[in-house]
């Protein structure tokens, strides 16, 4: 059913932002298979074909030390995300392996209230079913900013 599977695909990208946006970091990597693959490279170098990240884990575990590491290594301004995403496409389906592409912005809140655009792109997913639930195999994040302002401490 091409609409569920559009439903189920929305409902874990919604899930994805929701755990970043209101801050339950530690159910992010749950979103994963255990074997998965989460990239943020810019634009500029996904055009070339070279493979430097600016963030990349290639399993849940990974992404689990990211989070702790956040929680309790890392020393940044606190923040706030807000994501917005659009044109959320299913492209295709093979062999089990959903394939996905969306846009997004993402809006960047200090403290003190100011709000700024802190970085646009696309997403390249490919989402499995495990179970009755779908988790991203993989989750590139192809960022459209060459130069982000500010460190980079939590997941785009």
């Known amino acids: 059913e091409p609409m569920a599977l559009r ?3 929305e409902e874990l990208l919604y899930a994805y932002v929701e755990c970043i946006d209101e801050d339950r970091l530690e159910a992010w990597p749950d979103l994963f298979t255990e074997r998965g693959n989460y990239q943020l490279i810019s634009r500029e170098n996904a055009d070339r074909g070279l493979s430097l990240s600016l963030l990349s884990g290639d ?3 990974m ?3 990211r989070v702790v590491a956040l929680r309790q290594a890392n020393i940044y301004a606190p923040h706030f995300y807000r994501h917005l995403l659009s044109n959320i496409r299913v492209q295709g389906v093979e062999g089990g392996v959903v394939r996905v592409k969306s846009n997004y912005v993402v ?3 200090h403290l003190d209230g100011a709000s700024a655009i802190f970085s646009t792109g696309c997403s390249l997913d490919e989402v499995v079913a495990e179970g009755e639930q779908l988790h991203f195999r993989s989750r590139r994040i192809i960022f459209d900013t060459y ?3 500010n460190l980079l401490a939590t997941p785009v």
């Open 63 to 65: 992404l689990v030390d």
């Open 59 to 61: 399993s849940r575990k």
């Open 7 to 9: 439903y189920a695909v």
């Open 147 to 149: 130069r982000i302002k």
């Open 107 to 109: 809006i960047q809140t």
